[in-house]
């Protein structure tokens, strides 16, 4: 469909498709978790905005703690605390592989495609799957501020302080290079006549869609 047909329709278009965009990629960033967990052989619980998985580090219990030694039971807390961080990098990989490939697209498209397609929006609409890492670093910083304490939680701050990292080098990094990824894609990839439109559209959508998954709907269907 070339780009003159979506003319009347775009707005429509990109505000669902960021409101499908945000919804799906919750669940998906949650499953990219699970799919490591699974992996490593653990039990998984999906929520609408967080997984759960058995064999814990914290979770030991107290039967498996009495029947081995002390050296035995400190080597598994340290299997159980590195297979939870992989566990943990699983989410923000997926959404990375996700936006990744969208652009992938976008760019060994540049110079063959004659007309902005329906095909290129939606690969748009995946490249920006990595404004997660935009927005999650935005709230970290914003919070901070207000309360003037670090909270250590979000994927980024788990892996940067199991690397002994500083605490915001991850996420400042993948927000650094997720904001080059967005602006080229809409600097040099959608038409000039469509960028304005399409970044308070697609603002629109992803607010939308934030309330509606993780106020109304998430709760209801994965509590």
Request: hydrophobic residues 45%; charged residues 15%.
């Amino acid at each position: 469909m070339a780009l003159t047909i979506l003319k009347g329709k775009f707005i429509y278009l990109i505000v669902v498709g960021f409101i499908l965009a945000t919804i799906v990629g919750t669940i998906s960033h949650e499953y990219g978790h699970i799919a490591v967990a699974k992996y490593l052989g653990y039990n998984t619980s999906l929520h609408f905005s967080s997984m759960g998985y058995s064999k814990d580090p914290s979770h030991i219990s107290q039967k498996v703690k009495d029947s081995l030694s002390t050296r035995e039971f400190e080597a598994l807390t340290r299997l159980r605390k590195s297979e939870s961080h992989w566990i943990t990098l699983g989410g923000p990989i997926q959404t990375g592989i996700v936006g990744l490939f969208g652009f992938g697209v976008l760019w060994i498209r540049r110079n063959k495609r004659l007309s902005f397609s329906l095909k290129d929006w939606l690969c748009v609409i995946l490249t920006f799957f990595l404004a997660r890492q935009i927005l999650n670093f935005g709230v970290q910083i914003v919070r901070y501020f207000i309360t003037g304490e670090h909270k250590n939680s979000g994927d980024e701050i788990k892996l940067a302080l199991y690397l002994d990292w500083p605490i915001y080098s991850i996420a400042f990094s993948t927000c650094l290079f997720s904001i080059l990824i967005c602006c080229i894609t809409v600097f040099k990839f959608i038409p000039q006549e469509y960028r304005i439109r399409f970044i308070w559209s697609g603002s629109i959508g992803c607010g939308i869609g934030y309330i509606v998954w993780m106020v109304w709907l998430g709760p209801i269907l994965l509590p």
